[in-house]
């Protein structure tokens, strides 16, 4: 088949599902046609070189409609490519079907921790009996994530010592270890694990924390309300349960000194609290990465109501330090674009950097930026000049909706 056919065939701009389902049909005539695609991502065969987002996606393709080990040596080679993305996707690829394990073991010697990870982890869904000696070989490793990888392979192919294994991580020094140890718990599943984990939130490192509360979510999900052992009682619901294991401290809430006592200024500020707590629910439920895409719409429909209400109420108070504070919106709404670009294109955005991104915004800009103005205008009040904004309120639409302020807010980890 010609290159530009291959190149239609397999779109970025077509769903995956498409092209996956039309390259099979063509496959049924033209069997070499994944060979024919392993050569254009390696270079071969055309003279126009791929983008990066057509290249994932031919691996995406060939990872559903090439059966066997053929490709394998072939995409090793981009195991080595200048992109991290094609470097982790191709790593998931060979792990699957590889049958040499003598060159998966050079490869897994030489390649980047994040890479062996996923060559690990895709041996996961490999029956190969020589897995097991990988997954002994890399439990472990110094790296936490193929040390983790490994040591749940390990769990899978049914070795005693794997959960020994795991309650024994949960103790090391290394809290980027102990974090593994906490996900490990969670990915098995064992309601045993629980009173480890109670005992893993309370863990000085944040990392620990949030994955042992994740795990902890998950295990009450497996075994549902009222069973097993625990703190569930009979009757109590999935949000119960989950509430039950969350420290009081966990979400972030509105509190009073965020105010800077102007009240349609004020509703806005909560609406984004809002959306820091939407994250950190969808983040607890596992459906963080889902919800990122969400976020970003509602903090772009954010910023365009709230930056300009909040700047013409300025202007019309002739605030000394508007132009900086301009600046100062102008940086947040590129971040935000900036991450909603990388969402789209399908990066690896974690929800940790996104919360990180958020907590900074409520710390740095609104109370510290926003209340120095709050400050100013309040100044100016007492010398006679309006405090409140004689402006319309911002439509309503372009503002996501505000959580109530609980009764008595606890001081929040931001
Ligand atoms: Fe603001
Ligand atoms: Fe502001």
Not at 24 to 33: I, R, V, W
Not at 267 to 288: D, K, P, T, Y
């Amino acid at each position: 088949m010609r290159p530009e056919r291959i190149r239609a065939l397999c779109s970025p701009d077509e769903p995956l599902e498409h092209a996956v389902s039309r390259v099979s049909k063509a496959m049924a005539t033209e069997p070499l046609l994944d060979v024919q695609l392993a050569e254009l991502l390696l270079g071969r065969g055309s003279d126009a070189a791929l983008d990066q987002v057509t290249s994932l996606r031919i691996l995406e393709i060939l990872d559903r409609v090439s059966t066997g080990a053929r490709l394998v040596c072939a995409i090793g080679q981009l195991l080595g490519d200048a992109h991290p993305l094609i470097r982790s996707k191709a790593a998931m690829v060979i792990g699957r079907r590889t049958e040499n394990f003598d060159w998966l073991d050079a490869q897994l010697m030489s390649a980047e921790p994040r890479v062996r990870a996923n060559m690990i982890e895709a041996l996961w869904e490999n029956r190969a009996p020589e897995c097991l000696k990988v997954f002994m070989q890399y439990r472990d490793d110094v790296d936490s994530r193929v040390a983790g990888n490994a040591l749940y392979g390990v769990y899978l192919c049914g070795e005693a010592d794997a959960i020994p294994s795991v309650v024994r991580m949960a103790g090391d020094p290394d809290p980027k270890f102990r974090a593994t140890a906490a996900w490990l718990m969670g990915k098995i599943g064992q309601p045993e694990f629980a009173d480890v984990l109670r005992r893993m939130v309370k863990d000085e490192s944040r990392g620990v924390k949030g994955s042992a509360l994740k795990s902890l979510v998950r295990l009450n999900r497996v075994r549902g309300p009222g069973q097993g052992p625990g703190r569930s009682t009979a009757g109590g619901t999935a949000q119960t349960e989950r509430k039950s294991i969350v420290p009081d401290n966990y979400f972030v809430t509105w509190q009073t000194e965020y105010s800077v006592n102007i009240d349609a200024i004020d509703l806005q500020h909560q609406a984004f609290v809002s959306l820091i707590r939407q994250l950190q629910e969808a983040m607890l439920e596992g459906r963080g990465r889902v919800f990122l895409e969400t976020l970003m719409d509602r903090l772009v429909q954010y910023t365009n109501g709230h930056f300009p209400f909040e700047e013409n109420m300025l202007r019309e108070h002739g605030y000394e330090g508007l132009a900086e504070h301009i600046e100062q919106h102008q940086a947040l709404s590129n971040q935000v674009i900036e991450f909603q670009q990388r969402i789209h294109d399908g990066e690896a955005v974690s929800n940790a950097s996104v919360l990180l991104f958020l907590r900074n915004w409520l710390t740095d800009h609104i109370m510290q930026h926003d209340q120095k103005y709050a400050k100013a205008l309040k100044i100016a009040k007492q010398v006679g000049k309006p405090a409140a904004p004689a402006l319309p309120p911002p439509d309503p639409e372009s503002i996501p909706a505000a959580e109530p302020a609980p009764e008595s807010a606890p001081e929040q980890p931001v």
